[in-house]
């Protein structure tokens, strides 16, 4: 059973090493992981957005960072341990964000760093299309 709790303070680390285990492959790839900017980036981060923890049987596997502005819903991330991923995780806790975005008439945005293809396919798979690009990401919506 999958379920989503608030992250506390005490669960920044756990979120950074969750980040760290299952993306830095693809940031080593466009930028190169520089620890002490990368944590950086997480602490801000973690004080901005609304991080979940991903439990299943009440056991950490993973993290969502959603924030809600006026006109849409933003993923900003959803990492989870390697040890996990490819068990339908990551489209669960999708469906429980694009059935509070369905109820509210928003679309959902995010962003998939191009050197990630798999985590692309996930999400186009769920709906999502192309909306823009930058240098690194591709920029993806899905309109209730």
């Known amino acids: 059973m999958i379920s989503l709790r608030q992250a506390t303070a005490a669960d920044s680390e756990f979120a950074f090493e969750t980040k760290k285990a299952a993306f830095r492959t693809y940031v080593d790839m466009v930028l190169g992981w520089d620890e002490l900017e990368q944590r950086q980036m997480h602490e801000r981060r973690f004080a901005e957005q609304q991080f979940q923890v991903i439990q ?57 760093l191009k050197a990630s293809p798999r985590a692309e396919a996930f999400y186009r798979a769920l709906g999502f299309k192309e909306t823009g690009e930058t240098g690194t990401h591709i920029e993806m919506e899905r309109v209730p």
């Open 56 to 112: 299943i049987a009440g056991e950490d596997v993973g993290i969502l960072a959603t924030v809600r502005e006026v006109d849409c819903i933003k993923v900003n991330q959803l990492f989870i341990l390697p040890e996990y991923q490819g068990r339908g995780i990551g489209k669960a806790c999708m469906a429980q964000v694009l059935a509070s975005a369905k109820t509210e008439g928003l679309p959902v945005r995010l962003r998939v």
